[in-house]
Antibody, heavy 119, light 111 residues
Framework: QVQLVQSGAEVKKPGASVKVSCKAS????????INWVRQATGQGLEWMGW????????GYAQKFQGRVTVTRNTSISTAYMELSSLRSEDTAVYYCARTGSCSGCIDYWGQGTLVSVSS | DIVMTQTPLSLSVTPGQPASISCKSS???????????LYWYLQKPGQSPQLLIY???SRFSGVPDRFSGSGSGTDFTLKISRVEAEDVGVYYC????????FGQGTRLEIK
């Protein structure tokens, strides 16, 4: 079965960076794009960017351009999202999620990683 | 960015009764390939979102047939024919024709 397992919660200070991992299993990692979506507490879903694990090509929401970097290690079927220059407003749960075969749908999601930014 | 607007933002439904959620996009979601890139998700309390509907009206694997989607262009609707207790959570529409954006969410509770 398809699974996306993310790294554990992080606590960071303003100005620092955070790197969240997402390990895929149950399918061929390089065959499906990976997206990153975040959700502040009690708020809605916000798409941050995507990556094609085969080519390494990426695309980012304009809001996060210059601050987010998505990478991968195909040998261990793992994607990474690094967010820099953290501020308190970046406190949120960060999800990785797979783009499936159903016409661009996001079909499977990781369990989420809470990133807390506080001085 | 394409703005997705959902109504209502919350609804309270008696079990066994129907429910309906509207989603309007600021631009048409109909692509030149003939597909309409509109999806529906449910986020149950304490869980990650789960896919319900893709391409306006196709149910994802394992989704009960009491869930249905309809619409075209910029106006879309998710209907639950008979609400059950397990349907509680926040429903989101999402567009995927130009980048990805979500609606603000509709919270469904049981009366």
């Amino acid at each position: 079965q398809v699974q996306l397992v993310q790294s554990g919660a992080e606590v960071k200070k303003p100005g620092a960076s955070v790197k969240v991992s997402c390990k895929a299993s149950g399918y061929t990692f390089t065959s499906y794009d990976i997206n990153w979506v975040r959700q502040a507490t009690g708020q809605g879903l916000e798409w941050m960017g995507w990556m094609n694990p085969n080519s390494g090509n990426t695309g980012y929401a304009q809001k996060f351009q210059g601050r987010v970097t998505v990478t991968r290690n195909t040998s261990i079927s793992t994607a990474y999202m690094e967010l820099s220059s953290l501020r308190s407003e970046d406190t949120a749960v960060y999800y990785c999620a797979r783009t499936g075969s159903c016409s661009g749908c996001i079909d499977y999601w990781g369990q989420g990683t809470l990133v807390s930014v506080s001085s | 960015d394409i703005v997705m607007t959902q109504t209502p933002l919350s609804l309270s439904v008696t079990p066994g009764q129907p429910a309906s959620i509207s989603c309007k996009s600021s631009q048409s979601l109909l692509h030149s390939d003939g597909k309409t890139y509109l999806y529906w998700y449910l986020q149950k309390p304490g869980q990650s979102p789960q896919l319900l509907i893709y391409e306006v009206s196709s149910r994802f694997s394992g989704v009960p047939d009491r869930f249905s989607g309809s619409g075209s262009g910029t106006d879309f609707t998710l209907k639950i024919s008979r609400v059950e207790a397990e349907d509680v959570g926040v429903y989101y529409c999402m567009q995927g024709i130009h980048s990805i954006t979500f609606g603000q969410g509709t919270r469904l509770e049981i009366k």
